[in-house]
């Protein structure tokens, strides 16, 4: 094994280290979650997922997500000025913030309790979106020269001392879920300080109006697709929050997060077959074996996603105390959510090949108009477990969206040709659907949930090889396609 990773080339190494630094920061928070929900009441527990909604809202405001797209571009256009270009972009995120922070505050002196979070939480709030934002910036700029052991070690020591502080920071605080929120902040505040000032270090020149001028242009028009797609992840929460109780936002947050555990091995499956994709269709062959293996891999997240959905009862034992257990309805919904994501991002791909990205920020603004209006109306008939089908309705016609955008694309780019065996995608997807909702009568009925999870696990067993023959397909393809497949990190 030793030798055979020796052997990898610098773009496979950093993969590899970026999924394990990723694995090991999921792996960190899974475990720590157990802890924080017999530490913390569901309305203490509330308040930290709120904040971590808030956070994904704002930075959109305070950074146009400058680090997910436009760095790694902006690097590849300026190679010879990388450094003045990194700190450009760290002193156009510094002055939106601090702008992104005087209006909040002049609108919260006429609208009281926006957000429903203290001034001085608002404020540690913004701090930490910079020295974030700084950190991000910062790790765009190493994966684009495939650097990968620092950041792989400061990514992991972040998701080491973030739950650590937090303990730390709730035993001390008068208020414990804000004792939850004190302990990550602090922790991304002291790891982004010191790549803020690094990055400052480096630069000759601390910025140029022109990167400045590249950002702005290249960002500004992505925001409605970028704050659509936080409104469709975190929003719920807020609404729940505000319609219901903070109470049920943090029970309906619980809920979200280990309905979305298997987000890393659908992303790790996406990576595969990415890259894979963009070979086959550059080269002109192995379209009938694409079609054929997208099939497996479809199923696979659909088995991996009803696995989880099943043993919920028993996740929910491990991860919450009895005050948690409403979450146990909310979870197939979220979960069945999570297999749309996989889908749409697989139909988005042949989007991103041929650049015809103006589809994207129409299925994102959709979805979540969509969701925000059907949150508005079922939330208040039925309550905050609503807000999980919503979501389930919300990705069903982002998918959809993104199926008719990616057929357009066929026709005008590839002479109609489908690159997807549509009608089996979508006898896998109502399957999946129909199972996933009727697997909730069978929670009272354990050995018929455990014999179903039998099944799956054989036929996982029994296809291996050829589950593991294509998920390594990528491992001998080229730099440029590899980078390439950048822009698919939604």
Avoid at 121 to 128: R, S, T, V
Avoid at 345 to 362: L, Q, R, S
């Amino acid at each position: 094994m030793l030798n055979k990773y020796k052997n990898l080339s610098v773009v496979a190494r950093a993969s590899l280290w970026a999924f394990f630094a990723s694995l090991i920061q999921k792996g960190i928070s899974i475990l720590a979650t157990p802890i924080f929900t017999r530490i913390l009441t569901t309305t203490e527990f509330a308040q930290y997922t709120l904040y971590q909604s808030w956070h994904d809202i704002f930075i959109i405001f305070t950074s146009l997500n400058v680090f997910n797209y436009a760095v790694l571009s902006g690097l590849k256009e300026y190679e010879n000025d990388k450094n003045t270009f990194l700190s450009s972009s760290q002193i156009l995120v510094t002055g939106l913030s601090v702008l992104c922070f005087i209006i909040y505050f002049i609108i919260n002196i006429f609208f009281k309790n926006i957000t429903g979070f203290p001034i001085s939480i608002m404020i540690l709030m913004f701090i930490d979106i910079l020295f974030f934002s700084s950190f991000n910036i910062w790790a765009a700029g190493q994966r684009y020269e495939f650097k990968y052991k620092t950041m792989t070690f400061l990514s992991i020591l972040i998701g080491i001392l973030g739950p650590v502080a937090g303990l730390i920071a709730i035993h001390f605080s008068p208020n414990r879920g804000y004792g939850r929120i004190y302990g990550v902040a602090i922790i991304n505040i002291l790891v982004g300080l010191f790549v803020y000032i690094y990055i400052l270090a480096k630069a000759k020149k601390k910025f140029d109006k022109k990167y400045i001028k590249f950002l702005l242009i290249y960002c500004l028009p992505l925001i409605p697709h970028f704050l659509s797609s936080k409104i469709l992840v975190g929003f719920d929460r807020i609404m729940i929050g505000k319609m219901c109780s903070a109470s049920a936002a943090g029970i309906y947050g619980l809920a979200y997060s280990l309905s979305t555990l298997t987000i890393l091995v659908n992303d790790s499956i996406l990576k595969s077959l990415t890259p894979w994709t963009y070979k086959v269709i550059k080269e002109g062959k192995g379209f009938k074996s694409l079609k054929k293996n997208t099939n497996l891999l479809i199923i696979l997240v659909a088995i991996i996603n009803l696995l989880l959905i099943l043993f919920a009862p028993e996740a929910l034992k491990i991860f919450a105390p009895a005050e948690y257990y409403e979450a146990i309805y909310i979870i197939p919904a979220v979960s069945a959510s999570v297999y749309f994501m996989f889908l749409f991002n697989v139909f988005a791909n042949i989007e991103y090949y041929y650049n015809e990205t103006k589809y994207v920020g129409i299925a994102s603004i959709g979805a979540a108009v969509t969701n925000i209006v059907l949150n508005l109306i079922f939330i208040k008939l039925f309550g905050f477990i609503a807000a999980g089908y919503t979501t389930l309705v919300s990705y069903i016609l982002y998918a959809l969206c993104h199926f008719i955008f990616m057929k357009k694309v066929c026709k005008k780019r590839a002479n109609d040709y489908n690159y997807y065996d549509s009608k089996m995608i979508l006898i896998i997807s109502m399957i999946f659907v129909m199972i996933s909702l009727l697997i909730i009568p069978l929670y009272k009925y354990t050995i018929i949930r455990y014999a179903l999870i039998s099944a799956m696990l054989c036929f996982i067993f029994i296809k291996r090889k050829e589950i593991t023959k294509v998920i390594v397909k990528n491992k001998n393809i080229d730099t440029t396609i590899e980078q390439n497949t950048l822009g698919n990190e939604i």
